[in-house]
C-alpha cells in the first residue's frame, strides 16, 4: 500500500470514529514523538502510530506540504500543531481522535508575495534533520554529539571546503600543508600530522559514500550544498575502520523534480599584497519524466591565489593554483523505490607548497620548486525506498584518487650536501564500496537497523630521487602496492523503557586483511629483496546508549562506543641506503573506546539552545605516520593514549534579526605510554591537536524592502598551542594564532552580491609547523596564515 493509500484509511478510519465514539473528556497523557520533518501526508501516519490516535479529515484544501519536525515528550494535541505546516489546522473530536482542518479562506484577501525572507527563527531552526546515524532523526533532541550546519550556513560563513568551517564546529581541527593535503581530526585524537600509511581517524564521506581512506582530505568544494554533519566520538559500528574520531557528512543537493532551478556566480579576490584572483561556479536543475525524475548539474573553477616569495629561485607569489569540478546526479523514483546515481571530479593543482623557510615571514629558500597535483574522481549509486514502516537503501561507489607531490631533496640520501635533487612521490588509491542497510521508520517503541558492508582499497604507491635537475639519475627507492579489504555485518536496536528513557544497543562483527607488495628499492646499499607480507584482524565494536528526556526542551545522554583501524606494513629501513635506523616492518591494528555524557537544552521558548558533552578516549596502540631521518615515511605503534575534554555549542536567536553561535573544546589528549622504538615524551600532548579551541559566529539580517534583505556576519576562532611531533621540540611549535572574518550581502529572489574581508586583523600565526620531510631538520619551517584578503561575489539565480 502507498503512503498516500495509508494516509487515506487512517483518515477515513478515524472519521468513522469520530461519529461512532462518545466524547467525554479524558487527561491526555504525553508521549515520545519522533517525527521528522517529510510530507504531511505520510507526517500524519507517522503520528497516528506514535499518538495512539486516529486522525480523519485528510487531504482537505489548503493544507499541503512538508511538516515540521517534532522530537521529543508532548501531549499529541500539542504534538500535532508542531507537526502541521502553515495551511493546517486541527481540531479534536474526542480523546483518540483529530480532524485536519485547511486554514486558507476563499475570502481572505491574499497576502503580498515575500521573495526573500529573514532567517528562520529558533524554532524553524530546530527543524532540521541528521542522517548520520544512518536513520532520520531531528536535530532537536539528538541523543548524540552532532553539529549540522545547512548549506546557507556554509555560505554565510564563507566556506568554500571543509577546513574553512573547522573553526565553527566544536572539537574539529585541521592540517594546514596546503589545499589537498590536510588530514581531519576530531576531539583531539591525533596520530600525528604527516600523511602516510594510517588510515584515517576521521571518516569523510559525500552523501553515502566514503571519499578518503589513508589519502587526505580531498577538499571538495562546497558548492550547492545541502548540509554538512559532523558526528563526534568513535562510530566503529555504524561505520567500521577509519572513524575513531567521528564522521563528517557532506551532503549535496538532491536533483529536484518538482520544477528548473538554475544559478551562476562568479567572484574575485585580491589580497594585502595585491594578488588577485577570480573564481566561477553554476548550477542547474533539469526536472525529467513528466516529474518522475531530475539531473542537477554543478561546475566550477577557482584561483588559489599565491602569497610566498623564493628569493633564491626569483619567484614571487610561488604557491598559486587551481581548483576546478563539477558534479552530475540524477534521480528518479519509481513505484515507491527511488535511483540515484552521480559522478564528481575534481582538480587541485598548486605550483608550489605554502611554507616559510629561511626566517622570512612569507618567503622560502629552497631550490627546487614544489608542485602539487590532487585529481579526485568518484562514480556512485545508490536505490532507496522509505515506507511507513521499512526503509531499505542499497549503495555502492568507486572512488579513484590519486595524488602526486615534488619536494627539494637537495643533498638527501646518499647524495652530496649541494647536490639540487627532488623527490616525487605518487600515489593511487582505488576504493571499492557497498552497504545494503534495513531500518525501522515507523519510530515504534521498538526501533532496529541492520545492514552489511563490503569495501576494497587498492593503493600503489611509489617514490622517486631525482637528481637529473643537476646532471644526475633519477633512481627508485620504493614501489608499493597495499590492498585492505573489510567486510563486516552491523545492527543496532533502540527500546523505550519508558516514554523518557531509552536504550541503545549496537555491534560490529568485521574482517580486515591487508596485502603489501613493494619492490624497486635502487638506493638500498646492498640488495634488498622484494617484500610481500599480509596481515587480517577480526573483531567486534560495541555501542551502548541511555538517554532520557527530561522535556520536551530538555534531553541527557550517556554511552560508550569503540573505533577501530587496520593495521599494515613498511618498506625495509634499508630501502633509504642510510645507516639503519629502527627495523620496523609493520604495524598492528589499534582500538579506542569512548566513554561520555551529554546532553541538549533549550531556554527561553527555544531561543537559546545549548549542546554540551564530556569525553573520555582510552586509546592502544596508537598507530602514526612519522619519518625516518632520511625523510622516508615509516608508520609504527606508538604507545598508548588517551583523551579528557568537554566540549559544547550554544545558540541563540532572540528575534529573527540576530544569531550567536558560540563552540568550544577544552581537553588534554597525551601519550599515557611510549614505545621504546621511537622517540616520544608522554603529557606534552598529541600532535597537531591544541588543549583549548573555539568559534564564534554573529549574525544579523534586516530587509530593506518587501523583494530585498541585507545580512551583516562577523566571525572568529582561536587555535591554542600545540606541537608537530610526539617529542615536543622547540621547533615544532605551532598554533595560538586567532583569526577572523567579516562580510557583508544583499539578496533578492534573483540576485545576490557579497563584499567580504578574509583574516581582518591579517594575522600571521604559524597554522602548521611542516612542509618538507628532507629539509625539516636544516632549518625552521611554519606555514602562516594568507594574507588579508577582500573578496566580492555576485550571484544570479534564474
Known amino acids: 500500500m502507498s503512503q498516500i493509500g495509508a494516509a487515506r484509511w487512517v483518515c477515513g478510519a478515524a472519521s468513522l470514529l469520530s461519529f461512532g465514539l462518545a466524547g467525554a473528556a479524558q487527561a491526555e497523557p504525553a508521549r515520545l514523538f519522533r517525527l521528522p520533518a517529510e510530507p504531511v501526508d505520510t507526517a500524519l501516519v507517522r503520528f497516528g502510530v506514535q499518538g495512539g490516535v486516529s486522525v480523519g479529515g485528510f487531504p482537505t484544501p489548503g493544507c499541503a506540504g512538508r511538516s515540521h519536525a517534532v522530537l521529543g515528550l508532548f501531549k499529541p494535541s500539542e504534538a500535532l500543531r508542531r507537526l502541521l505546516p502553515e495551511g493546517c489546522a486541527s481540531t479534536r473530536v474526542d480523546a483518540r481522535a483529530f480532524r485536519i482542518l485547511g486554514q486558507r479562506s476563499p475570502l481572505a484577501a491574499p497576502r503580498p508575495a515575500t521573495p526573500v525572507a529573514l532567517p528562520p527563527t529558533a524554532i524553524e531552526l530546530a527543524e532540521l534533520v541528521v542522517t548520520a546515524e544512518k536513520r532520520t532523526e531531528p536535530l532537536r533532541g539528538s541523543p548524540f554529539a552532532v553539529t549540522a550546519l545547512t548549506g546557507d550556513d556554509a555560505d554565510r560563513l564563507g566556506a568554500q571546503s571543509f577546513a574553512d568551517l573547522a573553526l565553527q564546529v566544536p572539537a574539529v581541527a585541521e592540517t594546514n ?44 568544494r562546497l558548492t550547492d550544498i545541502a548540509r554538512i554533519e559532523v558526528l563526534r566520538g568513535p562510530q566503529g559500528t555504524l561505520y567500521g575502520s577509519g572513524s575513531i574520531g567521528g564522521i563528517v557528512r557532506i551532503l549535496a543537493q538532491a536533483p529536484d523534480p518538482t520544477g528548473y532551478a538554475a544559478w551562476v556566480q562568479g567572484e574575485g579576490v585580491m589580497n594585502e599584497h ?119 537503501r542499497i549503495s555502492a561507489a568507486y572512488i579513484d584518487h590519486d595524488l602526486s607531490t615534488r619536494y627539494d631533496a637537495t643533498g638527501a640520501f646518499d647524495l652530496p650536501p649541494s647536490q639540487v635533487a627532488a623527490f616525487d612521490e605518487t600515489q593511487r588509491v582505488e576504493l571499492q564500496v557497498a552497504e545494503a542497510l534495513v531500518t525501522t521508520t515507523d519510530s515504534a517503541r521498538f526501533r532496529w537497523l541492520v545492514g552489511a558492508f563490503g569495501s576494497s582499497a587498492l593503493e600503489k604507491s611509489s617514490g622517486v630521487l631525482d637528481a637529473r635537475i643537476a646532471g644526475g639519475a633519477a633512481r627508485s627507492l620504493y614501489d608499493r602496492r597495499d590492498r585492505l579489504t573489510e567486510a563486516a555485518v552491523f545492527g543496532e536496536v533502540a527500546y523505550d523503557i519508558t516514554p523518557r528513557l531509552t536504550a541503545t544497543l549496537g555491534g560490529r562483527l568485521f574482517a580486515t586483511q591487508v596485502r603489501t607488495r613493494a619492490s624497486g628499492f635502487e638506493i638500498a646499499a ?273
Open 274 to 392: 595585491k594578488d588577485r584572483s577570480f573564481g566561477g561556479e553554476a548550477m542547474a536543475n533539469i526536472p525529467l519524466l513528466g516529474g518522475r525524475g531530475a539531473i542537477r548539474a554543478v561546475g566550477y573553477v577557482e584561483g588559489l591565489a599565491g602569497y610566498l616569495d623564493n628569493p633564491i629561485l626569483g619567484v614571487e607569489d610561488v604557491n598559486h593554483g587551481r581548483r576546478r569540478g563539477g558534479r552530475v546526479s540524477g534521480l528518479v523514483n519509481l513505484d515507491g523505490w527511488q535511483v540515484r546515481a552521480g559522478w564528481i571530479r575534481q582538480d587541485i593543482l598548486t605550483a608550489d607548497s605554502q611554507y616559510t623557510q629561511g626566517g622570512g615571514t612569507l618567503n622560502r629558500d629552497v631550490r627546487v620548486r614544489e608542485p602539487h597535483d590532487n585529481d579526485f574522481t568518484q562514480y556512485s549509486a545508490s536505490l532507496h525506498r522509505q515506507g511507513s514502516t521499512y526503509g531499505v
Open 526 to 798: 646492498s640488495p634488498l629483496p622484494d617484500l610481500d607480507a599480509h596481515l587480517s584482524d577480526r573483531g567486534f565494536s560495541p555501542k551502548v546508549r541511555l538517554s532520557y528526556a527530561v522535556s520536551p526542551d530538555v534531553v541527557f545522554y550517556v554511552q560508550a562506543q569503540d573505533g577501530y583501524r587496520a593495521g599494515g606494513f613498511n618498506v625495509p629501513a634499508a630501502a633509504d641506503g642510510m645507516a639503519a635506523g629502527p627495523a620496523i616492518t609493520s604495524f598492528r591494528p589499534d582500538r579506542l573506546r569512548s566513554y561520555e555524557a551529554g546532553g541538549e537544552a533549550r531556554f527561553f521558548d527555544g531561543a537559546f539552545t545549548l549542546r554540551a558533552a564530556t569525553f573520555k578516549a582510552i586509546w592502544k596502540n596508537v598507530q602514526t605516520d612519522q619519518f625516518r631521518a632520511s625523510g622516508l615515511p615509516l608508520t609504527l605503534n606508538i604507545g598508548d593514549g588517551s583523551n579528557l575534554g568537554t566540549e559544547f555549542e550554544m545558540v541563540w536567536r532572540p528575534d529573527r534579526h540576530w544569531r550567536l553561535r558560540i563552540n568550544g573544546l577544552f581537553n588534554g589528549p597525551e601519550l599515557t605510554r611510549a614505545d621504546l622504538t621511537f622517540p616520544a615524551k608522554v603529557d606534552i600532548g598529541l600532535p597537531g591537536v591544541a588543549n583549548r579551541t573555539g568559534g564564534v559566529d554573529l549574525t544579523y539580517a534586516f530587509g530593506i524592502s518587501s523583494s530585498w534583505r541585507a545580512e551583516l556576519t562577523a566571525q572568529a576562532g582561536y587555535v591554542g598551542r600545540s606541537f608537530l611531533t610526539f617529542d615536543g621540540a622547540s621547533a615544532s611549535k605551532m598554533g595560538d594564532y586567532a583569526q577572523g572574518r567579516v562580510a557583508a550581502s544583499l539578496e533578492s529572489a534573483n540576485w545576490r552580491v557579497e563584499a567580504y574581508i578574509a583574516n581582518v586583523t591579517d594575522e600571521r600565526g604559524n597554522t602548521f609547523a611542516y612542509g618538507n620531510p628532507f629539509s625539516r631538520s636544516r632549518a625552521v619551517q611554519a606555514t602562516p596564515l594568507p594574507p588579508r584578503a577582500y573578496g566580492l561575489a555576485l550571484r544570479r539565480h534564474f
Open 177 to 220: 600543508l596546503g589545499p589537498g593535503r590536510n588530514k581531519l581530526f576530531i576531539r583531539g585524537l591525533s596520530d600525528g600530522t604527516f600523511t602516510g600509511r594510517t588510515q584515517s581517524t576521521v571518516g569523510l564521506y559525500f552523501d553515502d559514500t566514503p571519499i578518503s581512506y589513508n589519502a587526505p582530505d580531498p577538499d571538495l
